[in-house]
Structure formats: C-alpha cells, structure tokens
T-cell receptor, first 109, second 115 residues
Framework: KNEVEQSPQNLTAQEGEFITINCSYS?????LHWLQQHPGGGIVSLFM???GKKKHGRLIATINIQEKHSSLHITASHPRDSAVYIC???????????FGGGTRVLVKP | NAGVMQNPRHLVRRRGQEARLRCSPM?????VYWYRQLPEEGLKFMVY????????ESGMPKERFSAEFPKEGPSILRIQQVVRGDSAAYFC?????????????FGPGTRLTVL
C-alpha cells in the first residue's frame, strides 16, 4: 500500500461544477502539500497545510490530522483548471516529499 | 525575484553518454531537492542537499547517479552511462530551510530523452 493515496485518479467535470480531490496518508507528517502540474509539465505549489483549512481564490484545501486525510476543492471550475493535482506528505522539517499518484482533472466547457 | 531555474529544459543523450542537469535555487534558498517523474508515473524523491552536503540520498539509484550542491554555483544531478530507462522528467525544488519554512518551490524540470 502506498504511503500517500489519492482519489479519484481521473475526474471529468463540466465548467462551473464543484470538484473534490481526496488524499489519505498513512505516515506522520509535519505538513501536507497540494501541487498542480499542467499539461506542459511545470509544477506549482498550491498549498502547504499542517492543520485546518486554507483558501486561495477558488481553491480550498482542508486537512484532518486525526483521520490523516486532506481534500482539495475547486469551486466554480473552469477549463483552465484542467491539470494533474498531486498531494505530497512532508514527513519532517526540511525532509523529502512523498507523493500521491495524482488526480487528472479535465474541466469541459 | 527569479524562481527556481533548471537547465537545460530538454536534453537528448545516446545510451552510454553522460547527462548533467543543473538547478539554480531561488535566491536565499539553501536547500535543494531532486525528484524524478518517469513516463506515466508519479514523482519520486531522489536526493536532498544543502550547500556542500548531501543530507538524504535514499532515493538515488546506487550506480551511475550522483548529485552535488557546491558552495558556489548550481546544484548538479549527474547521470553517467545513461540507459533508456533514465528517460524521465527531472525536477528540482528549493526551500529556504528550517528557519524559513517547509514550502518547496519547483523548477520547470529537465526532460531527458535517452535514444
């Protein structure tokens, strides 16, 4: 079993729909990261969470430390949100990231 | 403020040649991480370096791969005698270190193709 699991692997939504991506991890962490990888391949850091909830524009990330679970929500989805979303566990300060397999999101106009 | 820079962006090598991938961290960042993304696979940690020190190389293949982060200049990931299985996207990320927080900033990646 992978230490970081994401679901779903693929997701197709219509423009305007609310999208949720889930991430579960089985190790102790100091922080949980959400990353976005666009078709061109570049990676952008969206959020780094150690507790609670963060919001940036139409993106919301939450984490439940007790349940070892995090979610990324996209409100009012848009075709430009089409990308692969990756969660990654940071196990200790300054340490390496362990990545989930990614969720490929396609938002249709 | 320049972000993390990697060069070259694309690199083509024949089997048996050497590949050198460079990563310049963000200004003020002293921690560098290298990750590899094989075709159709997820990202995997390779090595974590601070200036002049390898902190964690547990993700590096035992042979042919080496990394350095000298006092001056970029971090270098070196792959000797490349094989087709080394074809992948190699990303580096940098962070300011413990005092500056854990967030890692990623470079655009180097796409290595081995013919």
């Amino acid at each position: 079993k992978n230490e970081v699991e994401q679901s779903p692997q693929n997701l197709t939504a219509q423009e305007g729909e609310f999208i949720t991506i889930n991430c579960s991890y089985s190790v102790g962490i100091s922080a949980l990261h959400w990353l976005q990888q666009h078709p061109g391949g570049g990676i952008v850091s969206l959020f780094m969470l150690s507790s609670g909830k963060k919001k940036h524009g139409r993106l919301i990330a939450t984490i439940n430390i007790q349940e070892k679970h995090s979610s990324l929500h996209i409100t009012a989805s848009h075709p430009r949100d089409s990308a692969v979303y990756i969660c990654a566990a940071d196990r200790a300060a300054g340490n390496k990231l362990t990545f989930g397999g990614g969720t490929r999101v396609l938002v249709k106009p | 403020n320049a972000g993390v820079m990697q060069n070259p962006r694309h690199l083509v090598r024949r089997r048996g040649q050497e590949a050198r991938l460079r990563c310049s961290p963000m200004k003020g960042h002293s921690h560098v991480y290298w990750y590899r993304q094989l075709p159709e696979e997820g990202l995997k940690f390779m090595v974590y370096l601070q200036k002049e020190n390898i902190i964690d190389e547990s993700g590096m293949p035992k042979e042919r791969f080496s990394a350095e982060f000298p006092k001056e200049g970029p971090s270098i990931l070196r792959i000797q005698q490349v094989v087709r299985g080394d074809s992948a996207a190699y990303f580096c990320a940098s962070s300011p270190g413990l005092a500056g927080g854990l967030e890692q900033f990623f470079g655009p990646g180097t796409r290595l193709t081995v013919l």
